[in-house]
Each structure stands twice: as structure tokens, then as C-alpha cells.
């Protein structure tokens, strides 16, 4: 198994533009997430999905899209990048109930 | 989610066990307390979590106080590769993925 894989590993942007993070995992698991890390920060939630086709916000949503449409695939949108963008990104996930988060390796974006 | 309390940081003796604690004080019945590490700029590793039980397995023991107002990680024996960010949360049982992660201590094991 590959776990969780992200696309890319860096990215810089300018402000306005927009772009997609890819996050995959391989265990077929039912739960998703989105989360960024400020530096010197713990990680903050942006959405979340419990299964193909349902989303939801975490605490920090604005700026962000996603959709699940398929089990293995939870794409982050960023609409028109700002430089309070400028984050580290962290995709988890887990089976559904009360078990860990495997999360992947991250993608560095910068927003100028 | 309960909000959780911990310590900036911490530094521990290698071979030591490494006691970090957690305060929960405003936790729920159905709130689980869960352990994950970041090593350096990684992904979150998880470590353990429990209701009211204390658990232990490969990797650490988590002490649940009996009123579940705090909660402790013992790692047994701390190496230098346990030098890491750990974070305590509490989290309602089956709510989806939603962790909310505080900023966590930061463990450094010393030679």
C-alpha cells in the first residue's frame, strides 16, 4: 500500500490564481481530511468527508472547495490564492468509527 | 470538542520515560482522548487514544484520570527519534474526521 499520497510536494503561486492539491489514499477508507499547518502552529481543519459524496467544513473553509467523488480521491480547490494561503497542507484518512488518521506527507505552498 | 491544555514543552533524558501531560477539564462521557507526534515538518503519527481505561501498546501508555479531567503519555523508554510535537485531543466518538489539534508540546530527548 501506498497510504496517502499528495500532489504536489511544492507550489508557488502568485496571488489570484487558482489551483488543485491532490490527495489519494489506497485503503479504501470512508473518512477524509483537509488540514493546514501555520508555522509554529498545531493543524487546523478545512473540510472533511465521511464517504464518496458528502463533504463538510471544518473551522477554517473559506477560500477552499473540495469534492469526493470517488472513495480513493479528496482534491482541495484553492478559488483565487491569497498569500494567508501560504501553509503547509496535510491530508489524512481512516476507516469509518474510531480509528486513526494516517496522513500523507504534505504539500508546501506559498502564495506571493 | 473539549478544548485541551498542554504544556509548551518538555525536555527529557534519553532512556527516561517521558511523561507529557493533558488537561480535558470541561471533557464529555462520549469524548475519547487521542496522542499523535509530528516529527519535524511530517505528516501526524497516531499513537493511542481511550475513553476511560488507561491503554498501553507498542508504542506508549495513556493514563486517564478517573474523573477524566486530564490524561497523561508515558513513553516508556524516550529515544532521540521521539523528539516531536505531541498532541493531546479530545475528540466525540464517531463524529466523521473532525481532530482539532491544539499547538501541542514539544517533547526533546536529550543524550
Known amino acids: 500500500n501506498a497510504g496517502v499520497t499528495q500532489t504536489p510536494k511544492f507550489q508557488v503561486l502568485k496571488t489570484g490564481q487558482s489551483m488543485t492539491l491532490q490527495c489519494a489514499q489506497d485503503?479504501?477508507?470512508?473518512?477524509m481530511s483537509w488540514y493546514r499547518q501555520d508555522p509554529g502552529m498545531g493543524l487546523r481543519l478545512i473540510h472533511y468527508s465521511v464517504g464518496a459524496g458528502i463533504t463538510d467544513q471544518g473551522e477554517v473553509p473559506n477560500g477552499y472547495n473540495v469534492s469526493r467523488s470517488t472513495t480513493e480521491d479528496f482534491p482541495l480547490r484553492l478559488l483565487s490564492a491569497a498569500p494567508s494561503q501560504t501553509s503547509v497542507y496535510f491530508c489524512?484518512?481512516?476507516?469509518?468509527?474510531?480509528?486513526?488518521?494516517?496522513f500523507g506527507p504534505g504539500t508546501r505552498l506559498t502564495v506571493t | 470538542d473539549a478544548k485541551t491544555t498542554q504544556p509548551t514543552s518538555m525536555d527529557c533524558a534519553e532512556g527516561r520515560a517521558a511523561n507529557l501531560p493533558c488537561n480535558h477539564s470541561?471533557?464529555?462521557?462520549?469524548?475519547?482522548v487521542y496522542w499523535y507526534r509530528q516529527i519535524h515538518s511530517q505528516g501526524p503519527q497516531y499513537i493511542i487514544h481511550?475513553?476511560?481505561n488507561n491503554e498501553t501498546n507498542e508504542m506508549a501508555s495513556l493514563i486517564i484520570t478517573e474523573d477524566r479531567k486530564s490524561s497523561t503519555l508515558i513513553l516508556p523508554h524516550a529515544t532521540l527519534r521521539d523528539t516531536a510535537v505531541y498532541y493531546c485531543i479530545v475528540r466525540v466518538a464517531d463524529t466523521g474526521n473532525q481532530f482539532y489539534f491544539g499547538t501541542g508540546t514539544s517533547l526533546t530527548v536529550i543524550p
Open positions: 489524512a484518512s481512516s476507516r469509518a468509527g474510531l480509528y486513526e488518521q494516517y
Open positions: 485503503m479504501n477508507h470512508e473518512y
Open positions: 481511550g475513553l476511560k
Open positions: 470541561t471533557i464529555s462521557g462520549n469524548e475519547y
